[in-house]
């Protein structure tokens, strides 16, 4: 079998990805975060993560929220490793913050961890009092091509807002 | 717990949030409006709101008239506090105007709360006699970027609208 | 043009329909409710309402409720005219109450207007604290086939939940 | 090439079909309905027409209403045919009257034509004052089998309503 | 109530709005058209109209036809009237002509009455032959920057098609 | 690999299956049907084939038709091959038959080609002159608990419609 | 404002509605339910809840777990007031359980609470490895028609499971 | 009645239309096309087809294939009238090529008929082995404003796949 | 936390949830399937396994085919642990089997393991050659109510069949 | 018959479609992909091949992975040929890697095989821990318009994320 062998990845610092040992941190945590290298740092390409399970408290009540987060980014030498990101976003369920603060730590954490080209993080949650609440945020490298790319996504962000009913 | 905390909000004049002492006004209130401030003015996002228990009154014929609105704005050092838009919006209940001055108007009172960057009110309305009616506004703060860009995106409106069948 | 005439429906009763100078009443009223003869009484065949614009209060904290409320019945001697049953369910605007209550309230109002051999509220509302609730409530005549088919329909309601994600 | 042959038809009484010069006529005209023969009357099998395109006039308002019918039968010796079915429909266009007593009208003209075993007409009408209409009304030849099968049918009919939000 | 008064809009020639004696004119007349005035001329908007209930006559076979019509504007000064809209569509019933004929002609009427900034009609009818026809057109006024909206949404146009099955 | 065998199939007469130099015959050939051993005749189960390509033509107009036809059987002792099946039903493409009589003429070639305990055949197709047809037909071997279950779920057969449109 | 009074409810033990001061259990506790009287107890009814915002953890890899849940039944004397139940469904988040096991236990606490007439809870979980987990439970009072009618609903549970894709 | 008439359709040229004794050709034939003359050649609109029921042959195996076709175009002073547009599909029933090499052939024949400012022909097809193939050709008159506008189509095509799982 | 714990389920053999270092075979082996207790036997109810992963080989042309499978029981004694489950399905991967056969099997295996008190297994395939397969088998403990419970869902299987387009 | 000719193409070097004796290999093998000439070299088009029943194993874990694949190229001189993609997508059934590096693998391939002006290739997995993964990635010939294509659409990618939910 070739492809990505596990030695390469253990000596890149991936530890958690196959071990079944994990301890589960639920207050905010973004050390839990692992790194592996891009293997084709000669082109751009978009990795997309579909997280429809992310769930916080309200700072204010405490009570619960939940919300779908889609995190896109291009990398550039470093690449989040996707376990390692699952209990990231574990790390917020006993955290208290309003959606668009969460939104922007998410996107800030992940730019530290890589140092990505490009990055966007898009929160969708259900709705307390009959209104839903959807943060987005971008972040393009700045001196770059990729800057101009985060103010063009931007300007044109949701022309097309989802269909919402409340059920 | 860290994230926003209570007593921040309160300094910033955020009262109806964990408040359940609140009375509910149903003629057009927009003095019922309250706004925090942005952590995040570094950097442009978007936030959203998904409204689609709006109501308010045929300005002829004091027929109830229902609509869905989403409202999407850029924050620039004022941000609206959710439970205060739910509010405001509940006091659309008893207020006659036809839609597409609704849309202004709620446009118009978000920008003096606020003073975004930019902002857009897109609300689609159930039919009367056979026809739906879906009124979209669009604001970006003059001489900005945001001024273009609300230019660039009323240019670009809509060019897929969804399938509808009053069904 | 042949079908029913206007005379015909004036003489039973009808004054809403195609009346323009209506007042609309937003405090429950169940006198609004008119009612014409049926023309296929040798017949059973149901007749379903949909109204999705359905709004009321909470009994305890007065904030909006919103719901889609679906009626059904067979009808005997006597039909509910639709402008009416508008104007009808308009009457809850400013009321206050379970949303279990008002279902079965709109059942037994209709049931007392018509005397119907058959029929069926189901009320579906927009969430609150992240849970919606939905009534079901139905009648048959009593000691008729109706009564029995209320019953089966009751042991067979709804074996297969919409599904629901708030959003 | 086998199957039914065009003479065979036409000595039925099969002349709308393929014919161009076909008339139309936008007054309620059950006599241009047409039939033919069962092939297959020693087996019960079911016939839908799926309908979307049917307009009315209001007896009162005399303004235009739209349904989809959909007409299920179990044919006995004579089935309709559906070219003679779509012009039958169209002679509804300048006909003023209620939605119910439409679909009875539909479901007595073609037991009158047919003499089916069994039949039903489920009509789904756009809304009118935030309130759509949906009859449905069915028959089984007395004293057999299938007046029992419309009773059944009756007693279990539409106990999921489709979701409707008037979009 | 404050908003929009009965009043005002009478004065700028709103009669049918409110009115219960209108008598419906089924062949085409662009004359029952009424407009009013924009209260947000300092602004771009736009205004959606959802039409699903469009039926008019084939001009070779006078077969009738139905489509859903989308139109959308950016007023300037006048405004078009939602029920003399209704009523004017209702004047295509017993018109025959071709589907992109009639896309156009309406939407050299609207240009007529409102002289808008921009303007499109856009029609989606249903299949006759197992082929339906989408016609999409529009307008933007000459020497304006809307005229350049308009080549521009017109190069950009559906590049999407929805999904058709004819069921 | 365990499982069925080449061999076994090839002396129950499956050739079709894994023959690449299979021969298409566009006209109505029941004769190119073939079968194989049930595995498990010791209880009850379904088999269902979709078959969303089928065409025929119209015996009068010549013109094509398009269905999606749902076969579904509880075997006895064979079984009919796929492969065939596809075949069997590419003979009706140069066929004009009426859909009632396509159905049924398909149902009465699986009973005679694989005698099953029960099978139903439903057919779909797309509209003509704004109209569709589905005819659903079925059989249980006579004289066993099969028979009474064609009867059952013809009593029951599609109490709930799909919504059409002709989109 | 007629309906259901704030006094009643406080005398039968309702204190979390309209309290703002609550505070949130994550860890299993029956004890935080509250019921209220039926007003409509000559009647049978149906009340659901739909709730999805259910967190638990996994009591193997205590790793977290999400579904949506369910609750339907027929009350009786008593009824489940709803912000008590999400309150109950909160005290989940830090439970460790098979998802077989949590829906039985809340099944069985509704039951001690309320002594429904009839119940029934489903959970639809997110996958693990790939495969998703749904169980569905229900309770008849023992001796009354309503534990036929759970058998009854158990024996025709779920015959056309929603289709699934992991997406 | 208005707008367009045989009389002058007739003079164009076009004869199939409303002919019923029309011969349908399953051979590949552009002769039948036939065009009429557009009536408003001052402005830009784009007309499409839907067609649904698209069916050719494989040229290895000569098995049939299935595609729905979506043809859309701004018309210059020739349009393709839909009823030969039919035929001319039809006439690919018998006729064996690969998915891409038709679609650029109805592509230049629809050129050769019209001479369009712009066309593009996008065809989805039904899979074989798995997959399924999409292709998607267009066209602007070479040195006008309308072959740029091919190219700038071209360049964003379809960047929002729709969703695929070959059932 | 309370709930199942660790000790009691490796007591009761569930050696592989949680374990990391689990090896998977890809040939046919219904021997690494796993089962723990069930702690309400006192209760009927339902358990559903969504697996939209499944893939075996065409026996006769070992090329892969896929399939979503949906299982659900009535647990009696034992429970199949959901690990182990997807292993056993891992084991199809190079396994070459009928469509109808790997179900029958997979139910068999089932039977086997816990000895449930009913069981059901749905096996959808995409299509080969157009056409797509979908087995459905179940089975109920031999002289109890759960034996007919099997033969009246077999009766009553699928009347809705979904729709298919290879799409 | 015209079109393609097999003849043509077994010259070019197709073998495999139409060929009944292919052999599947499992473990990665890019030789198998094969190449025909393009009839249409004159013009820009794209084809796009959807693909979902792709399935690879995780480097680390060799578990299963599943994804759909989404492949658009326009074409330069030569042309992929389906079948050999679908056998060369078979190869990788027992490969691991990342799903990163799977799809960058497939475009080179790819690039490699046709030398095309432009092509993209993205991958939608199904979940593992919760979240899933979709790489894009994309090449446009250097030095060519095609590179700039390629940088505007990965500027553009993605906008609006489909929804998921993990069901
Ligand atoms: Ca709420
Ligand atoms: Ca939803
Ligand atoms: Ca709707
Ligand atoms: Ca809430
Ligand atoms: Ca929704
Ligand atoms: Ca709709
Ligand atoms: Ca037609
Ligand atoms: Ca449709
Ligand atoms: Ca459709
Ligand atoms: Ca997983
Ligand atoms: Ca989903
Ligand atoms: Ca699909
Ligand atoms: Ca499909
Ligand atoms: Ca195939
Ligand atoms: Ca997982
Ligand atoms: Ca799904």
């Given at each position: 079998m070739s492809g990505r062998q596990k030695e390469e990845l253990h000596e890149q610092g991936i530890n958690?990805?196959?071990?079944?040992?994990?301890?589960?941190?639920?207050?905010?945590?973004?050390g839990v975060l692992e790194s592996f290298e891009n293997k084709h740092p000669y082109r751009d390409y978009f990795v997309k993560f579909n997280c429809p399970e992310f769930t916080s408290l309200c700072p204010i009540t405490s009570q619960p929220d939940f919300?779908?987060?889609?995190?896109?980014y291009i990398p550039d030498i470093q690449m989040v490793e996707s376990k390692s990101l699952k209990l990231y976003l574990f790390s917020f369920r006993n955290h208290g913050d309003f959606h668009e603060d969460c939104m922007n730590i998410i996107l800030n954490d992940l730019v530290k961890l890589m140092d990505p080209?490009?990055?966007?993080?898009?929160?969708k949650f259900t709705p307390r009092g009959g209104i839903s609440i959807d943060p987005y945020t971008n972040y393009g490298k700045p001196g770059t091509k990729y800057?101009?790319?985060?103010?063009?996504?931007?300007?044109?962000?949701?022309?097309?807002?989802e269909t919402i009913n409340n059920r």
């Open positions: 958690l990805l196959g071990n079944q040992n994990v301890q589960y941190d639920f207050s905010y945590n973004p919300a779908t987060i889609y995190i896109s080209r490009y990055i966007e993080v898009w929160g800057e101009e790319m985060a103010t063009h996504r931007m300007m044109n962000h949701d022309m097309y807002p």
